[in-house]
């Protein structure tokens, strides 16, 4: 019931394109869900979250869409750039847990220029 | 701006040896985390720990597995007796209190067990 589970494992989008990675989630107690990016060799950075009371969060170019009653949730990444080219993660916190983190599987994201 | 830090980068062991993984949270947060990272799989949640103690942790932290902030700002992980399957990278992060959800991550300790 703690399980995240994240799609694709690997996306190839041409540059400017836009990427989608799904997540869905089965414990409604969940109430923090952030997306993390990572680097090869650097530790999982932060890049946007969401909290159930909303559908959608834009932050420049990434937005988080959110369907609490399929329990599913994206990251839209616009005019991706190779930049863009890292190892996205989906996540899922409890907040009166401390707001430990279940993350998903990952989705590496290669942007050809 | 502040990050977190982790050390080493990198450690060696053998199998059976006790090793200890440092970190030095950002100096204003108070929640602490210990996650790992199998090669090629995803992120797992060890432990939490705030206002000196443990306040969860996973199936994965057995007995084996200890935490400690010594000194006000370091917070350690330590494996008493490793075997080959603690074999990961281990991150540490920390978050402040106060409302805010964002978990910081170090960038890592890449533990080998031989």
């Known amino acids: 019931q703690q399980q995240v589970k994240q799609s694709p494992q690997s996306l190839i989008v041409q540059k400017g394109g836009i990427s989608i990675i799904n997540c869905a989630y089965e414990n409604t107690a969940f109430d923090y869900f952030p997306w993390y990016q990572q680097f090869p060799g650097k530790g999982p950075a932060l890049l946007i979250a969401i909290r159930p009371d909303v559908s959608e969060k834009k932050e420049g170019r990434f937005t988080i869409s959110f369907n609490k009653s399929a329990k599913q949730f994206s990251l839209h990444i616009m005019d991706s750039q190779p930049g863009d080219s890292a190892t996205y993660f989906c996540?899922?916190?409890?907040?009166?847990?401390?707001?430990?983190?279940?993350f998903g599987g990952g989705t590496r994201l290669m942007v050809k220029p | 701006e502040p990050e977190v830090t982790q050390t080493p980068s990198h450690q060696v062991t053998q199998m059976g040896q006790e090793v200890i993984l440092r970190c030095v949270p950002i100096s204003n947060h108070l929640y602490f985390y210990w996650y790992r990272q199998i090669l090629g799989q995803k992120v797992e949640f060890l432990v939490s720990?705030?206002?000196?103690?443990?306040?969860?942790k996973s199936e994965i932290f057995d007995d084996q597995f200890s935490v400690e902030r010594p000194d006000g700002s370091n917070f350690t992980l330590k494996i008493r007796s490793t075997k080959l399957e603690d074999s990961a990278m281990y991150f540490c992060?920390?978050?402040?209190?106060?409302?805010?959800?964002?978990?910081?991550f170090g960038p890592g300790t890449r533990l080998t067990v031989l």
């Open positions: 996540a899922a916190g409890l907040g009166n847990a401390g707001n430990m983190l279940t």
């Open positions: 992060a920390s978050r402040q209190t106060g409302g805010t959800d964002t978990q910081y």
């Open positions: 720990f705030y206002n000196n103690e443990i306040s969860e």
